[in-house]
């Protein structure tokens, strides 16, 4: 079991930054990748973007490339998303998740979600 807690969400102006935190604990070690996810009212859960733990490739979707970046930390098995030039569409309940990967196979994780709301 891995049990995340995300913290940094809050209410900003657009073109403001902020940064978001996920810090996980339990079985990190089978971590084998982190991302964030968002879901704006009335639409689904959509992916905004990933880091591989070991070797750190991220991924992005295309609308947040450019001004946000995710980045981790190992000693403190925590990740972050770097949040630039936000954007009133950007607002959402963000969620932080984590994928294990072991010989029984693979799990996803999430955390309880932390909104950000960016006003124009």
């Known amino acids: 079991q891995v049990q995340l807690v995300e913290s940094g969400g809050g209410l900003v102006q657009a073109g403001d930054s902020l940064r978001l935190s996920c810090a996980a604990s339990?079985?990190?070690?089978?971590?084998?990748?982190m991302g964030w996810f968002r879901q704006a009212p009335g639409k689904e859960r959509e992916f905004v973007a990933r880091?591989?733990?070991?070797?750190?490739?991220?991924y992005y979707t295309d609308s947040v490339k450019g001004r946000f970046t995710i980045s981790r930390d190992f000693a403190k098995n925590t990740v972050y998303l770097h949040m630039n030039s936000l954007k009133p569409e950007d607002t959402a309940v963000y969620y932080c998740?984590?994928?294990?990967?072991?010989?029984?196979?693979?799990?996803?994780?999430w955390g309880q979600g932390t909104q950000v709301t960016v006003s124009s």
């Open positions: 998740a984590a994928r294990t990967t072991t010989i029984a196979g693979t799990n996803d994780y």
């Open positions: 339990g079985r990190t070690f089978s971590i084998s990748s």
């Open positions: 880091i591989i733990w070991s070797g750190g490739s991220t």
